[in-house]
């Protein structure tokens, strides 16, 4: 029994490096090519983008300009307080930043990861978008395309190189709340089930 509880123990342990890891790591280093970039919203301050926020859409903007993608979807609602939504304020910053009207993409409802992606798959069907590059920070990704495929959305993730976790202050306390996430889907799916 003891045995049995070391293994258990040791396998636990290893699922935690791995996922910690992954979570750590995780974005493509090589950009390829898609229909549109989803910029993932997160909050704005006052009708500009908070420094999370302008960071993912500089990515964004710079694989539109480079070509990567032809198409930017802005996702991201507002609170009670806001004046305007996340995806409004990054619409204005992306055109501000050469970025045409009709190459923007919007969705302003939603104020969760999922639903941003749930309702930018939705606006992109009119278009005949089939193929999304995502756009956030590094540690984000990886449960942000996990979510889109389970979508069935043809998804790659892309990590902002912007990104306004610069610091170990900033960015373990992000990565821990994103490998708890994705440290307990497995849990939460089993009592779904």
Known sequence: MKRFIQIILFLMIGYALYTGY????????????ADAAIVLGAAQWNGKPSPVFE???KQGIELYKEGHVEYLILTGGKSEQAASSEAEVGKDYAMEHGVK?????????SLITADNLSNAKEVSLEKGIRSFLIVSDQFHLKRAVAMAKHLDMNVEGVPTQYSAYKSMETKVP???RE???????????????
């Open 101 to 109: 009207e009709e190459d923007i993409l919007f969705e302003d409802r």
């Open 174 to 176: 992000f990565f821990l």
């Open 22 to 33: 992954s979570v750590w790591t995780y974005g493509d280093e090589k950009v390829s090519e």
């Open 179 to 193: 490998w708890g996430y994705w440290m307990g889907q497995p849990v939460t799916k089993l009592i779904m089930l």
């Open 55 to 57: 960071g993912r859409l």
